[in-house]
């Protein structure tokens, strides 16, 4: 089980450094959703593989039952829905050995692009709603692909005053450490890959953020360990 949570980890230097961040971004009028290929080209070679990731996640999803949110941290699950589903192939730069075989385009993205944090696929089933809430860390940005979205009455993120309606195939960046909610009202699940990376960011400021990102490696295994409990089998 989970021993703690990295959202209430170093609350005041986290705050501190968020400051940092946000300044050098742009403030508070900075970007909320950006065009991918302007902060994060190299995901361009994800989106050429869309078919066989697609086809993956497809898989993974037939054979396992992923865990709920709470699983991962309890803490912030209490906060944003303990009903939201993941799956982590990558954390932290700590792999999901799993993934090599249930996801190996994911995790190979992850491990051959230098500045991916994070790499997870996410599930919210029909009805399941994200409430309003903000990352509590702002030294990463989020890159958000569609997998499997609902043709019918499709979920929408609001991110502070702007909305966008996933569709499959396309990729968007979204800037979390905003407020945030999903209305999600369809009858089938709403199927994403989730990239966390570093916000691009000045000397100073990009030193900092791998310090942190640095410290907050010692999550990575009850996420990554998390994911690998197939509840569908554990009988």
Do not use: C
């Amino acid at each position: 089980m989970p021993k703690g949570s990295p959202s209430t980890n170093n609350a005041r230097i986290r705050e501190l450094a968020n400051k940092v961040f946000l300044r050098t971004a742009g403030g508070p009028n900075r970007p909320r959703v950006i065009a991918s290929p302007t902060v994060f080209p190299a995901v361009r070679r994800l989106e050429a593989a869309f078919p066989t990731l697609q086809a993956e996640v497809d898989t993974l999803l037939r054979n396992r039952d992923i865990p709920k949110y709470g699983t991962f941290d309890p803490v912030r699950a209490a906060q944003v829905s303990e009903d939201w589903k993941l799956y982590y192939a990558y954390m932290f730069g700590r792999p999901n050995e799993l993934a090599r075989a249930e996801l190996p385009s994911l995790l190979s993205f992850a491990e051959s692009t230098p500045n991916v944090v994070n790499a997870f696929v996410s599930i919210l089933d029909p009805g399941v709603p994200l409430p309003p809430h903000k990352d509590p860390y702002a030294g990463i940005l989020r890159y958000h692909l569609g997998l499997r979205i609902p043709k019918d009455n499709p979920p929408t993120i609001r991110l502070d005053r702007d909305y966008y309606t996933w569709k499959e195939g396309e990729g968007v960046v979204l800037d979390v450490s905003l407020e945030h909610e999903v209305i999600n009202e369809s009858e089938e699940p709403r199927v994403i890959v989730i990239i966390d990376f570093r916000r691009p960011m000045g000397m100073f400021a990009g030193l900092l953020n791998r310090y942190f990102l640095w410290q907050k490696k010692k999550w990575a295994p009850q996420f990554v360990d998390a994911s690998k409990y197939d509840v569908m089998h554990a009988a």
